[in-house]
Nanobody, 124 residues
Framework: QVQLVESGGGLVQAGGSLRLSCAASGRTFSRNAMGWFRQAPGKEREFAAHISSSGGSPFYADSVKGRFTVSRDNAKNTVYLQMNSLKPEDTALYYC?????????????????WGQGTQVTVSS
């Protein structure tokens, strides 16, 4: 079992930056691919970024590519999402998720464990 707790959300002006963190419990973190997803008000949850268990092969949604960076520190059981050049359309509840496999893709069904989310609000 893996428990995930996100932090680092908040209110920021357009063009600003935030770094989200996701702390994982459990002994398997170094074998879990990790993903970040987000859900804007009135919209379905969507994929943002993912990273393999070793920290390689980061992959991004087109909407965040070039602005967001996903990384992880397996010694700290933590995955990060650095968000730069934030836009009002990035406003959403951001979730981290863990897969049971060392690599995972963009489909939510590939992820077995989910955090409660952290709110990011970008003002114009």
């Amino acid at each position: 079992q893996v428990q995930l707790v996100e932090s680092g959300g908040g209110l920021v002006q357009a063009g600003g930056s935030l770094r989200l963190s996701c702390a994982a419990s459990g002994r398997t973190f170094s074998r879990n691919a990790m993903g970040w997803f987000r859900q804007a008000p009135g919209k379905e949850r969507e994929f943002a970024a993912h990273i393999s268990s070793s920290g390689g092969s980061p992959f991004y949604a087109d909407s965040v590519k070039g602005r967001f960076t996903v990384s992880r520190d397996n010694a700290k059981n933590t995955v990060y999402l650095q968000m730069n050049s934030l836009k009002p359309e990035d406003t959403a509840l951001y979730y981290c998720a863990a897969a049971k496999t060392v690599v995972a893709g963009t489909d939510q069904v590939e992820y077995a464990y989910w955090g409660q989310g952290t709110q990011v609000t970008v003002s114009s």
